[in-house]
């Protein structure tokens, strides 16, 4: 079974630039969610999506960051425009609800490492 | 407010020493989750355990070991005889919601360095 993928691994940008990533759940789950690591920092939430909705997005930053997931598949996080203080490594999550000892546990990818100039 | 603290931000040891990594966390929950996770030089956080707030029971699983103690609101690691395959980062992690997937509130992490 696949895990969570997201892509691109590595962008750098240009400070006012668009740029969008994108995150594959693993198969089946329904909950989705975004976290951010700044400079060595904690991990921090963004959002969390359940199916297609937007469950909590209580961490996004402000409304320079747009994420979506349509049809409740794969999400795509969009922060336009970039600054400076954006970059850093994005993770993306997915869990699955229910009973047992496997369910609601956050898997997470690789993050996509964001650098902004 | 939810907080995570790992103090230790990274820990040298020479293979087959013991190492213990340190959590201590703070919620006003009463009922909630704990976890450890694992970033190889991949990337990706990988799973370790999560402890519910219910259970203070030890765990051990091969070399790796888990103090949970509500007393003093920590959650400790223990790797026993380390590895260079262990060598990470190390981030502990809670969660508010005893059931329903919440959040993750994560400590800063420790980064573990097992030389050979």
């Known amino acids: 079974e696949a895990g969570v993928t997201q892509f691109p691994s590595h962008s750098v940008i240009e400070k006012g630039q668009t740029v969008t990533l994108r995150c594959d759940p693993i198969?089946?789950?329904?909950?989705l969610y975004w976290y951010r690591r700044v400079m060595g920092k904690e991990i921090k939430f963004l959002l969390h999506?359940?199916?297609?909705?937007?469950?909590?997005e209580s961490g996004m930053p402000n409304n320079r960051f747009l994420a979506e997931r349509t049809g409740g598949t794969y999400s795509t996080l969009k922060v336009q425009p970039a600054e400076l203080e954006d970059s850093g490594v994005y993770f993306c999550?997915?869990?699955?609800?229910?009973?047992?000892?496997?369910?609601?546990?956050?898997?997470f990818g690789a993050g996509t490492r964001l650098s902004v100039l | 407010a939810q907080k995570v603290t790992q103090a230790q931000t990274e820990i040298s040891v020479v293979e087959k020493e013991d190492v213990t990594l340190d959590c201590v966390y703070e919620?006003?929950?009463?009922?909630?989750?704990l976890f450890w996770y694992k970033q190889p030089p991949s990337g990706e956080l990988v799973f370790l355990i999560r402890?519910?707030?219910?259970?203070?029971q030890n765990e051990i699983s091969g070399r790796y070991s888990w103090n949970f103690q509500k007393s003093t609101s920590s959650f400790n690691f223990t790797i026993t005889a380390s590895q260079v395959v262990d060598s990470a980062v190390y981030f502990c992690?809670?969660?508010?919601?005893?059931?329903?997937?919440?959040?993750?509130?994560f400590g800063t992490g420790t980064r573990l360095q097992v030389f050979p």
């Open positions: 999550a997915s869990s699955q609800d229910g009973l047992g000892s496997l369910k609601n546990i956050q898997y």
């Open positions: 198969s089946g789950h329904d909950n």
């Open positions: 999506f359940v199916k297609e909705s937007k469950q909590d």
């Open positions: 919620t006003r929950d009463t009922t909630y989750y």
């Open positions: 402890r519910n707030s219910f259970d203070e």
């Open positions: 992690a809670l969660s508010g919601t005893y059931y329903n997937t919440d959040k993750l509130i």
